[in-house]
């Protein structure tokens, strides 16, 4: 993989970071199946140029992973970066046969390497040595109710919450309370707002989660209409006109009219159909 990082940088603009990240954003993204391919061509054939295809095409989402974890008062080059190296590991040990996108994968990788990088870089952070103190350094925060020291109640449902020792909970509260060198020492007055600990990242804009959801839709939409096809003409239009129409939804008596039958028999035409969609879908 470090023959991917050579073409990587030369495949990537060198100069201000603007440049850089309008250079990403001209990558075209990759569809599943071109995914596959070129995994497949990595894992087979130890194939460089596949592997710098699936690496460019990911760099925006570590730009946008990294862009969350610029309150720790670290340069944005330097988090890409570490995030590019998470991206790199994740391409070499991607498995094609899983049936997953490369970026729900990645995303694991690419954090990890982020926080390890904050972690050795921040000198706060360098006490937080152990596993459970790293979960308590990113996460205490957004557990905490108020502001100032956690009372006993919210310690025991801080350490409950994340499976630490109550101890644990209490000793790094010690250290995120204490006093650190200021990130911008010409602004002192602006302390509160620019404290790290205060811009720990939003997982709400989590970008391998949206696209998670939007290829689960996507998928899910197409099983739908596989499986509507398969119905008969009178039973599909009986679906569609009870669940699937955008306005006004026909009733039974209006269905049992149009095909001159009973309204229990469209009942039952109904309730067969729906077994079959149910059927299909979870095949």
């Avoid at 046969?97 to 390890?116: G, K, Q």
């Avoid at 904050?118 to 502001?147: C, D, E, G, H, Y």
């Avoid at 020291?149 to 250290?175: C, H, I, Y």
């Avoid at 119905?231 to 269905?255: G, N, P, V």
């Amino acid at each position: 993989m470090n023959q991917a990082l050579v073409l990587l940088d030369k495949a990537l603009p060198v100069g201000s970071v603007d440049t850089y990240l309008q250079a990403v954003n001209r990558v075209p993204m990759l569809s599943h199946e071109e995914e596959i391919e070129l995994a497949e061509r990595l894992q087979r054939d130890n194939d460089m140029e596949a592997a710098r295809r699936l690496v460019l095409s990911h760099m925006r989402f570590v730009v946008r992973i990294a862009k969350n974890y610029q309150g720790y008062g670290l340069a944005l080059t330097d988090l890409i970066q570490e995030g590019s190296i998470g991206l790199m590991k994740a391409v070499k040990r991607f498995d094609p046969t899983m049936n997953v996108r490369l970026v729900s994968f990645a995303v694991h990788w690419i954090r990890a390497e982020i926080h390890e990088f904050i972690l050795r870089n921040w000198r706060i952070v360098k006490v937080a040595t152990t596993k459970a103190q790293r979960k308590l350094f990113f996460n205490l925060r957004s557990a905490k109710k108020r502001l100032g020291w956690l009372n006993q109640a919210e310690v025991q449902a801080v350490a409950q919450d994340l499976g630490v020792p109550e101890k644990t909970v209490m000793e790094m509260e010690s250290r995120l309370s204490g006093q650190d060198i200021s990130f911008d020492p010409s602004d002192a007055d602006d302390e509160n707002h620019t404290a790290p600990a205060a811009f720990l990242q939003d997982m709400r804009a989590d970008p391998a989660e949206q696209i998670e959801h939007n290829d689960w839709q996507a998928h899910k939409q197409s099983r739908l209409d596989e499986a509507l096809d398969e119905l008969d003409a009178r039973s599909r239009e009986i679906i569609t006109q009870r669940w699937l129409a955008e306005d006004k939804k026909s009733t039974l008596q209006e269905l049992a009219q149009q095909f001159q039958v009973s309204a229990e028999r469209v009942r039952q035409l109904e309730a067969n159909a729906i077994k079959k969609l149910k059927s299909a879908m979870q095949a």
